[in-house]
């Protein structure tokens, strides 16, 4: 089995080797492509990533090149976790929407649209071009706005499927906090991407015991300061929001605390720098403590997990990823993007019907996706007029001066990564 993993210099790289070393057993890979146009990044990193592979006795080869075509040649599934612009455009998505009294950030509102802008024609070449050498080849997307950027491959054809670390960090937390195995927690997981709630935790599989009741009066206080959202709202809704609804839930305090601390990105470039530096040492043959401050906590296990069951080396089963919508949540398009346990087989993923959702949260959910399709035909199509109009309806913005302000500030900071302008 050949794996591919383009932005494999990704200071991610070596959680998900890790993975793939650990779970060889699920996934038995035979070889590894990382691919990256950078080699400053793709050498450390797969330095590292033959090391890791060493030590834990994987005998799977482990490849690097800046050669898209040749290294997703013949790969049953191809991984994508790029960022263009890299951590340049990231920090340009933390500021300038500030200016305008927006929140700053890479997955939502302006920024969250302005990488959008530059990743899916970037991500759909990618993927004609993995067509052109193995049309049955898997593609799982990683890559931030997972939902949009899954939509764009599944409407041009392509066998997609997007991948989120949320869900099963939940599921890590909530198995710790009860004592219980990760395996033994099924999530009543609901939403779009990067915009979910948790509405049951149950036992032992979908029909289990829902523990979410006694989750939240036991522990609620550890769960509402890992939120970084109050303990009454928490016990007022009696479900457990994605760290993400705090843009919306509290949206002009997160304002006001990026406009008084350094940014993420700036954090995160601080970071990569070190872990890069480390990932060069000869005799470091383990993914470092550090690495569990850059995110994508347990990203592996998912993405061990969701490989194998597309490629047919699992039983088939359920999973939290994005896929098309097909009814499932009544109010949406059948072919919007949204995020919820789905079956999970060689012939991809079918969601498994939810509950009726709230209309505190249907009319949130509805929102942002006419949000996505207004961002994702700008992405596809350009112009002032379609970037203005996604703004517009984005449910952080909706005033006509902020978005005029948040358009002409979007277009002069990205002006490099957009044919149109």
Not at 161 to 178: E, H, M, P, Y
Request: glycine share 10%; proline share 5%.
């Amino acid at each position: 089995m050949k794996l591919a993993v383009v932005g494999g210099g990704s200071t991610y790289t070596p959680e998900l080797i890790d993975g793939f070393a650990r779970l060889r057993d699920t996934l038995p890979i035979s070889e590894l492509v990382l691919v990256d146009p950078a080699a400053d990044r793709l050498g450390p990193v797969g330095g590292l990533a033959r090391r890791i592979f060493a030590k834990q006795g994987h005998d799977g080869l482990i490849t690097t090149t800046s050669d898209l075509d040749a290294g997703v040649d013949g790969a049953d599934a191809v991984l994508l976790q790029l960022r263009v612009g890299g951590q340049a455009a990231r920090q340009q998505d933390e500021t300038w929407p500030l200016e305008c009294g927006c929140v700053g950030q890479e997955t939502t509102g302006a920024g969250g649209l302005a990488k959008a802008l530059r990743t899916v024609p970037v991500v759909l070449d990618i993927a004609e071009r993995v067509r052109r050498t193995n049309p049955r080849a898997w593609i799982i997307d990683f890559t931030n706005p997972v939902g949009i950027v899954t939509r764009a491959l599944l409407q041009a054809g392509h066998r997609a499927v997007g991948l989120c670390n949320v869900a099963i960090g939940f599921q890590r937390k909530f198995a710790r906090l009860l004592d219980v195995e990760p395996g033994a927690v099924h999530l009543d997981h609901v939403g779009l991407n990067h915009l979910t709630w948790e509405r049951g935790v149950r036992l032992g599989g979908p029909d289990g015991e829902d523990v979410l009741p006694k989750l939240l009066a036991e522990h609620g206080d550890a769960i509402a300061d890992d939120l970084r959202l109050p303990r009454a709202l928490l016990d007022r809704l009696g479900v457990v929001p994605s760290y993400y609804l705090r843009y919306f839930y509290a949206h002009d305090e997160v304002v006001q605390e990026l406009r008084t601390k350094p940014s993420r990105a700036s954090q995160v470039a601080a970071m990569e720098r070190k872990l890069l530096e480390m990932y060069g040492d000869p005799t470091l043959d383990e993914k470092p403590e550090l690495l569990a401050e850059r995110g994508g906590a347990f990203y592996s296990e998912a993405a061990v997990d969701l490989a194998a069951a597309l490629l047919g080396g699992s039983a088939p089963g359920t999973q939290v990823v994005n896929t098309y919508n097909a009814g499932t949540l009544p109010f949406l398009p059948d072919d919007a993007v949204i995020e919820v346990q789905a079956a999970v087989d060689a012939s991809g993923a079918s969601p498994v019907a939810v509950p009726e959702l709230d209309p505190l949260y249907a009319g949130l959910v509805a929102q942002v996706t006419a949000y996505e399709d207004l961002a994702l035909e700008a992405a596809l199509r350009g112009g002032r007029d379609r970037v203005f109009r996604a703004l517009l309806a984005h449910p952080l913005i909706g005033q006509y001066a902020m978005a005029e302000g948040l358009t002409d500030r979007l277009i002069a900071r990205n002006r490099e990564h957009l044919a149109w302008a």
